[in-house]
C-alpha cells in the first residue's frame, strides 16, 4: 500500500482532525487550571 | 478511634485541620477533604496529596502556580517538584520556586531531587542530617 505523503506545512487530509484535536487539548488544560483554582478555593473555605 | 491517636481533634464541632503542604501554605478540615475526595471519584489518602501538591504549588510555589495557571505547565510537572518541596522550611521552598519555574518544563526528577536536597542542606542543615 502506497503511504500518502504531505510536505512539511502542507495541510494534509486529517489536518481537521489535528486542528480537533488540539482544540480538545486546549480546552481539556483550560478545564484543569479551572479545576485547581476551585481545589484551593474550597480548602481556604474549609 | 481513641480521641488521642487521631490526626485532627474536633474542636466547637469543627476538626483542626490538616497540614498536607508546607509551612506557610493553610491547613484543611478532613473532614473537607473526605468531601473533596469524593467528589474527585479518589480514595482519601490519594485526594490528601493531591490537595497537599496543589496547595503547595498555590502558596508556596507562586511562579511555578503562575505558569500552571497561563497554560505554560502541566500540573502534573509542578505537583511532581512540589513532592520535593513539602519538607523544605519556606526559603527554602522560595528559592526552589525561583530556580525551577524558569525550566520546570523540562526539569527531570532526579535534578529537582538534587536541588532539593542542596535547598535542605543550606535553609535547614540540621533536618538534612536526620
Redesign the interface.
Known amino acids: 500500500m502506497a503511504a500518502s505523503t504531505v510536505e512539511p506545512g502542507q495541510a494534509g487530509p486529517n489536518a481537521g482532525l489535528l486542528d480537533a484535536v488540539r482544540a480538545d487539548r486546549a480546552d481539556r488544560d483550560a478545564a484543569e487550571v479551572r479545576m485547581l483554582r476551585h481545589v484551593v478555593e474550597y480548602c481556604v473555605a474549609h | 478511634m481513641p480521641e488521642d491517636e487521631a490526626a485532627t481533634y474536633v474542636e466547637f464541632g469543627r476538626d483542626t485541620g490538616l497540614a498536607l503542604a508546607g509551612v506557610g501554605a ?1 491547613c ?2 478532613e ?2 477533604v473526605i468531601e ?1 475526595a469524593a467528589a474527585l471519584g479518589m480514595t482519601t489518602g490519594a485526594c490528601k496529596a ?2 497537599g501538591k ?2 503547595e504549588v ?1 502558596y508556596r510555589l507562586p511562579l511555578l502556580w503562575k505558569r ?2 497561563r ?1 505554560e505547565l ?2 502534573w510537572r509542578a505537583g511532581r517538584i512540589a513532592e520535593q518541596t513539602i519538607c523544605l522550611p519556606q526559603l527554602g521552598a522560595a528559592h526552589m520556586d525561583r530556580q525551577l519555574a524558569p525550566v520546570a518544563h523540562k526539569v527531570g526528577p532526579a535534578q529537582t531531587e538534587r536541588l532539593c536536597q542542596a535547598a535542605l542542606d543550606h535553609f535547614d542543615p540540621a533536618q538534612a542530617e536526620e
Open positions: 493553610p484543611v478540615s473532614f473537607a473533596l493531591h490537595v496543589v496547595l498555590r500552571v495557571t497554560g502541566p500540573f
